[in-house]
C-alpha cells in the first residue's frame, strides 16, 4: 500500500467499500501462522451466528466489543487467530425453510432429483403444515444447504461492511465436513469414556417442532390458567386437590403432601380413588410438595411438569403416559382404567389435544358432581422452547445424553472450578455461570428429532425378531457418516431394517452439542495439531449474557472432558439493546433492528462508537429514531478526517522533510515549546489509560478517555497553534507545533483505530505506506511529566471566546488589549493565546484564578 493523495473534500461515504476491497486485497488481517508462535498468538473463540434470516442489532453490539479487542492486539504485534462461522444446522434453518420455500419434511418420500419448490423467498408467507408441501428428507437438506449458503453471503457482506476484521481464510460452518467430523469424533470419545448414554426417560418436549428440547433451551411465559378443585374419594371422605391441568386425571399415578402437613398425616400410606377414572393411587409425602399452595396435597401425573418427573423418580412411581409427539390424548388407556364407564370416559379424550382434552374433563367431572365450585382464573409461568409457540409437553421417549454434572458431583465440582479460572469480564457475570451449574437438575439431552444437522454417528443390530440391540459405531477414520444413508460397517444397504441386519440412527444432534466445539472446530482439533497447539486455549471467547448457559457452559464441558482443560482464558461478556421501553429487542417480540439499514445511513464507525460506548456486561438503549451515540460517532469520524486534513497542510518542517517525514526520533528532537511538550506529556497518560483499559476489556472506558483528549487536542491546542504553525518551515517555534500536531495525529489515530477503522486508515494512508491496522500500538510519545499547562491555556481560551460571545461579536474580532490572569506556567503560552485571540496587545498578571479581563475590541459591535 502507497501513501493516498489528501483528498479535497474528506469524506466518510464510500470508506467501507474501499477499504473493505484494500484490507482483502493486502491480507491485512490474515493470520501469520508462519512466524507465530504459542506466546505471540492472540485466538479468538468467535460465535457463529445462525444462519437463518438476518443478522440483528445484537450481532452488531456484541461483534463490534469482539473485534476491539482483535484490532488492539494485532496492533501490539500478536498473531491474531479471528476465525468466523456460520451455525448453520437446527431448527431456526429448518423453520426458514420450510417458510421460505413452502415446504416440510417426509422422510417417508422419495427423493426428486428434479424437485422444485413452490415457494421462491416466501418468508412467512407459509408457516402452517397444511400449507406446505411435503418432500424427501435429503430434497428438504439441499434446500437447507442452498438457504444458508445464500444468508452466510448476506451476512458476511454485512461483516464486512461493519469492518470486522476477521481472517475470513479461517471460516467454517458448523454443518461443514469438518465441522461434522469435529462433532461426531467427541460424540464417539463420549460414548467410549461412559459421557455418552442412551435412556428411556420423561422428556421435555415441542408437540409443534416434534423433537426432545434440552434444559438450556426453556423459557417461561406468562400464560392464562385455572385452579380446578377436584375431589378423590377416600375411605374417610373426599380429598380435595387444586390442578391446572385436570385433562391428565387418566394419568395419575399418587397424591403428595408435605411430610409435616398435619392435616394429611392420617392419610399418608393410604390410597385414595381418582374422580372419573376410580383408579386407586397411593398418598405420599414428599418435602417438595408446597402447604400453602391450593388446598396443600396435589397429584403427580406422569408427566404435568418437572416437579412431577422428580416426584416420579424419587418416589418410585409408575409410568402412566398419556400425552403422544403429537401433543394430543394416545389412544389406548393405561391399563389401571378398567370400568366401563372410566373407558368411556377416557375414549371421549382420546385424539384431541391437551386444550380440548381439558374442556371435555372439566364437562365430564361437572357432570359427576366431582368438580368443586368455579375454576378459579390465574396467570402462572409456563415452559416453552424458546423457538416454539405452545407449552412443552413431557413424553417419555428414548434419547441421547452427554454426563454434565448434574448427577456427578465430581464434575459437577470440577466445572464449578473451571469458572472460576477463567477471568469473566465484567466479573459479576461468573454468577450466571455458577447458578447455572448448579441448578442442573439433569444430563445434557443432545438428541433432536429433526433433519438438518450432525447426524448422531451410530447404527443398531437388529435381531432375529427384528428388535433393535447392540449400538454399532464407526471407526474416527471414516467420518463423518450419515447413518440414515450410509450402511453400518460390516453391512451392505440390503440388510437395512431386516432382521439380523442393521437400523441407523435418523436422530441428529442438537446445535449445541456442534457448537460446544467451535475452539476445536476452527483450531483443526486432530485435523492440524500444529495449528490446535498454537491456538488452543484460546485467549478469548466473546459472547451475549443469554447464552451462558448454552454456549459458554456446554464449551467449558466438552474441553474438560476432551482435553481436561479451559477453552479459553477470557470470557467477555455482552449485554442486552433493549429499546427506549428498556424492553430487550429481539426478533420474537418484533422491536429488532437490522443493522443494513443502520451501516448503510449513518456509515460503519459511526455504528461501531455506538457500540464502543457501552461497557461489557451493560445493556445498552437504542432508539431508531433518535440515536444519539450514533451521531456523536458519526460526528467524530468526520471530525478525525477534517483536523487531519488540517495539520497535514501545514509546512512541513525541513528537518522532518529530510528524515522522509515519519521519523519519531526527529520529530521528538523538534518538539521544544513549553505547550506543545505538556501536550504530549498529557497524550502518554491517554496512551498510558487508553492500553490499561483495553488490557481489562473496558472499551468503553478506553475510547472515552481517548475521545475526551482528542477533542481538547481539536478545539484548544490546534486552535492555539495554528498560527505558529503557519510559519516558515525553518523556524524552530513552528517546527515544534507542527511536530506535535503531526506526532499527536499519529498517536491519536492508533487509538482511534479499533473503534473507528474506516476513518482512521483513511487518514493514515494520506501519510503512510502500511495500513494503520498493522502499526504498532503508540508507546508514551515523552518522558516529560505534565505541567497543567495544557489545561490552564484552554481555560484561558474559553475566557477569550467568552468574552467576545458576551460582547455579540464574532471569534474573528481583532482585540485591541486584553488582559489575562493565571498561574506562572500559563506566561509560556501568551503568545500561542495572544496569537489565537487576534490580541494585539495581551497582558499577563500572575494569579491563582485564570481569568480574560478588559478586554477591548478593535470593532465595537453597534
Request: net charge negative; glycine share 6%; hydrophobic share 40%.
Amino acid at each position: 500500500m502507497s501513501a493516498s493523495p489528501i483528498p479535497e473534500k474528506p469524506a466518510l461515504e464510500g470508506l467501507e467499500a474501499k477499504w473493505d476491497q484494500r484490507w482483502q486485497q493486502e491480507q491485512t488481517y490474515r493470520f501469520d501462522r508462519e512466524t507465530a508462535t504459542r506466546g505471540t498468538v492472540f485466538s479468538i473463540d468467535t460465535p457463529p451466528p445462525t444462519a437463518s434470516g438476518s443478522l440483528h442489532i445484537g450481532h452488531v453490539f456484541s461483534y463490534t466489543h469482539m473485534d476491539l479487542i482483535a484490532r488492539f492486539e494485532r496492533m501490539r504485534g500478536k498473531s491474531v487467530f479471528y476465525p468466523m462461522g456460520w451455525d448453520d444446522n437446527g431448527l431456526p434453518t429448518e423453520r426458514r425453510v420450510q417458510n421460505y420455500y413452502g415446504v416440510r419434511c417426509d422422510p417417508s418420500l422419495p427423493y426428486d432429483p428434479d424437485f422444485v419448490p413452490p415457494l421462491e423467498g416466501g418468508d412467512n408467507s407459509s408457516s402452517k403444515a397444511a400449507d406446505q408441501l411435503p418432500l424427501s428428507r435429503r430434497n428438504f437438506i439441499e434446500l437447507c444447504e442452498r438457504l444458508t449458503a445464500e444468508d452466510e453471503k448476506q451476512f458476511e457482506d454485512v461483516w464486512r461492511t461493519m469492518g470486522l476484521s476477521v481472517d475470513w481464510t479461517q471460516s467454517y460452518r458448523t454443518i461443514g465436513d469438518e465441522a461434522q467430523t469435529a462433532a461426531q469424533r467427541a460424540f464417539l470419545r463420549n460414548l467410549a469414556r461412559g459421557e455418552a448414554y442412551q435412556a428411556d426417560a420423561p422428556t421435555l418436549w415441542d408437540v409443534t417442532f416434534r423433537t426432545a428440547v434440552a434444559q438450556a433451551e426453556l423459557e417461561d411465559k406468562e400464560q392464562p390458567a385455572a385452579y380446578h378443585r377436584l375431589a378423590f374419594h377416600g375411605p374417610d371422605g373426599d380429598v380435595h386437590i387444586e390442578t391446572t391441568r385436570p385433562e391428565l386425571l387418566p394419568a395419575c399415578v399418587a397424591l403428595v403432601a408435605h411430610p409435616d402437613d398435619e392435616r394429611y398425616q392420617h392419610l399418608f400410606g393410604t390410597t385414595v380413588t381418582t374422580p372419573l377414572f376410580g383408579v386407586e393411587v397411593p398418598v405420599l409425602a414428599h418435602h417438595l410438595a408446597q402447604k400453602d399452595k391450593g388446598s396443600g396435597i396435589a397429584m403427580i401425573c406422569t408427566f404435568g411438569d418437572v416437579t412431577d418427573v422428580v416426584w416420579w423418580r424419587e418416589l418410585d412411581l409408575p409410568n402412566r403416559t398419556i400425552i403422544g409427539r403429537d401433543g394430543r390424548i394416545i389412544a389406548d388407556a393405561p391399563d389401571v382404567i378398567v370400568g366401563e364407564d372410566a373407558k368411556a370416559a377416557y375414549a371421549e379424550l382420546a385424539g384431541k389435544t391437551v386444550f380440548s382434552a381439558k374442556a371435555r374433563v372439566v364437562e365430564l367431572l361437572t357432570a359427576s358432581g366431582e368438580l368443586i365450585g368455579e375454576p378459579k382464573r390465574i396467570v402462572h409461568s409456563v415452559k416453552f422452547f424458546e423457538k416454539g409457540d405452545k407449552p412443552l409437553e413431557i413424553v417419555s421417549t428414548r434419547q441421547w445424553y452427554i454426563r454434565n454434572g448434574a448427577r456427578d458431583e465430581a464434575l459437577r465440582a470440577k466445572l464449578l472450578e473451571r469458572g472460576r479460572e477463567i477471568n469473566f469480564a465484567p466479573d459479576f457475570m461468573r454468577v450466571r455461570y455458577e447458578n447455572w451449574v448448579n441448578g442442573l437438575t439433569g444430563d445434557w439431552l443432545i438428541s433432536r428429532q429433526r433433519f438438518f444437522g450432525v447426524p448422531i454417528p451410530v447404527w443398531y443390530e437388529l435381531d432375529a425378531d427384528g428388535e433393535k440391540g447392540a449400538v454399532i459405531v464407526p471407526s474416527e477414520s471414516a467420518l463423518p457418516v450419515d447413518p440414515a444413508s450410509a450402511p453400518a460397517p460390516g453391512y451392505d444397504e440390503t440388510q437395512r431394517g431386516v432382521p439380523g441386519g442393521f437400523v441407523g440412527e435418523v436422530d441428529i444432534m442438537d446445535t449445541w452439542a456442534t457448537s460446544s466445539l467451535t475452539p476445536q472446530i476452527a483450531g483443526g482439533w486432530e485435523r492440524d495439531p500444529e495449528l490446535f497447539d498454537l491456538v488452543f486455549p484460546y485467549s478469548l471467547r466473546s459472547q451475549g449474557q443469554d447464552i451462558i448457559r448454552t454456549w459458554l457452559f456446554s464449551t467449558i464441558l466438552r474441553a474438560e472432558l476432551e482435553n481436561g482443560s479451559l477453552p479459553w482464558k477470557n470470557a467477555g461478556i455482552s449485554g442486552f439493546i433493549v429499546d427506549p421501553d428498556r424492553k430487550k429487542m429481539s426478533k420474537s417480540k418484533g422491536n429488532v433492528v437490522t443493522p443494513a439499514a443502520m451501516l448503510d445511513e449513518h456509515g460503519s464507525d459511526a455504528v461501531r462508537y455506538w457500540a464502543a460506548s457501552s461497557r461489557l456486561g451493560t445493556d445498552a438503549a437504542f432508539d431508531p429514531q433518535n440515536p444519539k451515540q450514533i451521531k456523536i460517532g458519526r460526528r467524530l469520524a468526520i471530525k478525525v478526517l477534517n483536523a487531519a486534513k488540517f495539520v497535514y497542510s501545514f509546512p512541513v518542517p525541513e528537518a522532518l522533510v529530510a528524515s522522509g517525514g515519519a521519523d519519531e526520533a526527529v520529530a521528538a528532537s523538534l518538539i521544544t515549546n513549553p505547550l506543545d511538550i505538556d501536550v504530549l506529556a498529557e497524550l502518554a497518560i491517554v496512551v498510558e489509560a487508553a492500553t490499561n483499559c483495553l488490557e481489562d476489556f473496558d472499551h468503553a472506558r478506553a475510547l472515552e478517555v481517548t475521545e475526551r483528549f482528542f477533542w481538547t487536542f481539536c478545539d484548544d491546542y490546534l486552535e492555539l497553534v495554528k498560527e505558529r504553525a503557519y510559519g516558515s518551515a525553518t523556524a524552530p517555534e513552528q517546527a515544534s507545533a507542527v511536530a506535535t500536531l503531526r506526532t499527536g495525529v499519529d498517536v491519536l489515530l492508533r487509538l482511534l483505530a479499533p473503534f473507528i477503522p474506516f476513518a482512521t486508515e483513511e487518514v493514515w494512508s494520506w501519510t503512510h505506506d502500511d495500513s494503520v491496522h498493522r502499526a504498532s500500538w503508540p508507546t508514551a510519545p515523552t518522558q516529560a511529566h505534565p505541567t497543567g499547562l495544557l489545561g490552564a491555556v484552554g481555560q484561558a481560551l474559553i475566557g477569550i471566546r467568552r468574552a467576545k460571545t458576551d460582547a455579540k461579536a464574532s471569534q474573528r474580532t481583532e482585540v485591541t488589549s486584553a488582559t489575562i490572569t493565571g498561574p506562572v506556567l500559563l506566561q509560556q503560552a501568551v503568545d500561542d493565546l495572544a496569537a489565537v485571540g487576534r490580541i494585539a496587545s495581551l497582558t499577563f498578571a500572575i494569579s491563582e484564578e485564570i481569568a480574560v479581563t478588559d478586554v477591548l475590541l478593535a470593532e465595537q459591535p453597534a
